[in-house]
């Protein structure tokens, strides 16, 4: 089943429409009738169609009010339709309501993925895994490593707090509108814990974001502007003559944890809105 509306540009809309990539992403992500699966930005239906042919029941949320409507009026009782922006849907309230973490999939608004993307991490705790289709450029970063020119904020906290794989491409072709860019879907499995893990997740955080903003300067020059005192960076493990960009994952968490007995002179960021 294929439901008919014309794409808002507004809302970011490429409809998928490319048989052979909607199966492959529905047999990659291989849904259990069991499980508790909440779809982003279903559209037009062409995940959710399939979808529906694994699951007793689906949980969905989409902000287009004719397409929410016409999803709702051809699944019925099976369908748990949100009509609202994925920001603001309670991902935790979900997971509780239903006894499971949530499995979640979407093709979603790529000038949004970078918020979605957070909010998803943010409520972890009710997660169990995320495939989703991006822009391929945005997937790069998700799976790069140091020292190399995707490397950055969004891959270390992809890479800490999940456990990203880049599936496979997707060409323009298979959407309506045909994109501007190229797209991938990645897979986000958050059931492996981070090893080792930072003490305190919020310091963890702004070391990140600090020393990634200054990122032309080294390591010790990035401390220094979130305020860490000269006799405490003598004392770190971490090679402050790198740039931040030349440190993994593992780094950073060593880092935040050796400066948690100053956590509180840390300067805090003045908003969380940075996902670059």
């Known amino acids: 089943m294929s439901i ?7 809302l970011g809309q490429n409809f998928l429409h490319d048989t052979n990539v909607i199966q492959k992403i529905i047999r990659s992500f291989d849904a259990q009738p069991t499980e ?3 779809e982003i930005g279903p559209g037009r239906g062409a995940l959710t169609s399939m979808l529906m042919e694994q ?9 287009d009010n004719e397409l929410a409507a016409s999803l709702q009026m051809t699944y019925g009782d099976r369908l748990t339709l949100l009509h609202q922006d994925i920001l603001s849907v309670d991902l935790r309230a979900i997971a509780a309501e239903r006894g499971k973490k949530l499995r979640i999939i979407g093709n979603i608004p790529y000038n949004i993925t970078s918020p979605i993307l957070f909010h998803v991490i943010d409520t ?9 289709m991006m822009q391929t450029e945005v997937a790069a970063r998700l799976v790069a490593k140091p020292r190399t020119k995707d490397y950055g904020i969004l891959s270390i906290f992809a890479q800490y707090y999940a456990a990203p794989r880049l599936l496979f491409g997707v060409s323009r072709n298979s959407f309506f509108p ?3 860019v190229t797209s991938a879907v990645v897979s ?6 981070a090893d080792p893990t930072a003490e305190n997740d919020v ?12 990122r032309r300067k080294t390591m010790r020059n990035g401390l220094k502007s979130l305020n860490v005192p000269p006799e405490v960076l003598d004392t770190l493990s971490v090679n402050l003559d790198w740039r931040p960009e030349e440190l993994t994952v593992a780094d950073f968490v060593l880092l935040s944890n050796q400066l948690l007995p100053i956590a509180g002179i840390i ?3 003045v908003s969380d809105d940075e996902h670059a």
Do not use: W, Y
């Open 124 to 132: 972890r705790d009710a997660v169990q895994d995320f495939m989703v």
């Open 188 to 193: 986000m499995n958050f059931t492996t814990p």
């Open 267 to 269: 300067t805090p960021l």
């Open 36 to 38: 508790n699966v909440l």
């Open 203 to 214: 310091l963890f955080r702004t070391i990140v974001r600090g020393t990634f903003g200054k």
């Open 55 to 63: 699951l007793p029941h689906l949980t969905a949320v989409e902000l």
């Open 4 to 10: 008919h509306s014309r794409p808002k540009k507004s």
């Open 178 to 180: 045909i994109p501007a």
